[in-house]
């Protein structure tokens, strides 16, 4: 977010933890669903408040793995694995935020109906569900919107753009009236590191992170472990934490207001950096 043209530095900054009812997410150790899509709910909880203890604001729940080259989850499914928590959650933590991570309007309709009011975490800014932006509006949800193209099978074979970053601030030029049209006065803008980019891709995204700043919303940055990282430099997602709070600390920078991370305490900590030094 920026104030006459230039970063606040004192701005709002939030963590979001990542919780994955999957087992198939790539960072192995955020699954909470074996192979066989068993749950422990105590397992889960725990991690939850675990999240909140070290610092996280929000707390990010995904029920449908949407890495590049997933199998998409049906919304069957993504509602078995997402229905024993609502009740849980809100009864655990009923003053904490919440964010559900689905590109269903069938999936918001049915969490709202059990957990009231949350984010919507749409890795398709609506276009993968057409009744989604308009069930977001009509419920008067906060509404994250990201960028991608295709669906996660095919996404990483479409990754040519002219200019990567001027493509993304036309696409939500387009959104932005799109919101508007549907009711919804609270959208978070999400450049999609990852999704339909390449490598190189990405750290122009990043780099050029302060041009998203034009649309006056908030900025997430997941750049957690991804393959950003780990592809760069011939190494697992396992071993690029310190990497990731690098590209954190140059997100913030450049003027996210909220970090999408596996690793809630090391983010906290590289929110705490960035304020001493800024």
């Known amino acids: 977010m920026q104030v006459n043209g230039n970063i606040d530095k004192n701005r ?32 889960v909880i725990g ?22 080259g997933a199998a998409l989850t049906d919304e069957a499914e993504e509602w078995r694995r997402l229905s024993p928590l609502m009740d849980v959650l809100r009864r655990e933590f009923p003053d904490r935020m919440f964010s559900i991570d689905t590109f269903r ?28 932006l308009d069930t977001a ?30 493509e993304i601030v036309a696409y939500f030029r387009h959104f932005e009236r799109e919101a508007a049209s549907s009711g919804i ?12 980019k390449t490598v190189g891709q990405n750290y122009q995204l990043l780099r050029d992170l302060e041009e998203f700043s034009v649309f006056g919303r908030k900025i997430l940055a997941g750049v957690s472990r991804k393959s950003m990282i780990y592809k760069k430099f011939g190494i697992t997602p ?10 954190h600390f140059a997100a913030l920078q450049n003027g996210a207001d909220i970090l ?15 304020r001493i030094l800024s």
């Not at 939030?14 to 997410?25: E, K, P, Q």
């Not at 675990?50 to 449908?64: Q, R, T």
Request: glycine fraction near 10%.
């Open 137 to 166: 509006g009509r419920l008067g949800l906060t509404y994250v919107a990201m960028h991608k193209r295709g669906v996660p099978e095919t996404m990483q074979s479409l990754c040519e753009y002219a200019n990567v970053t001027e």
């Open 47 to 68: 991690r939850v408040g675990k999240m909140f203890e070290e610092g996280a604001d929000i707390v990010d729940i995904g029920a449908c793995s949407t890495r590049p």
């Open 12 to 43: 709002k900054i939030s963590v979001m933890g990542i919780l994955n009812l999957t087992g198939d997410s790539y960072f192995a150790p955020s699954r909470c669903l074996d192979g066989n899509g068993g749950m422990i709910l105590s397992e």
């Open 105 to 132: 309007a069938g999936i918001v309709e049915n969490c709202f109906d059990r957990i009231g009011p949350f984010i919507i975490n749409d890795i398709s800014a609506g276009e993968d569900d057409p009744a989604m």
């Open 238 to 247: 396992e071993e690029s934490l310190p990497q990731t709070q690098v590209l």
């Open 260 to 274: 999408r991370v596996h690793d809630v305490a090391e983010a906290v900590r590289t929110v705490a950096m960035y």
């Open 185 to 196: 006065t609270d959208w978070i803008l999400d450049p999609g590191f990852g999704f339909a």
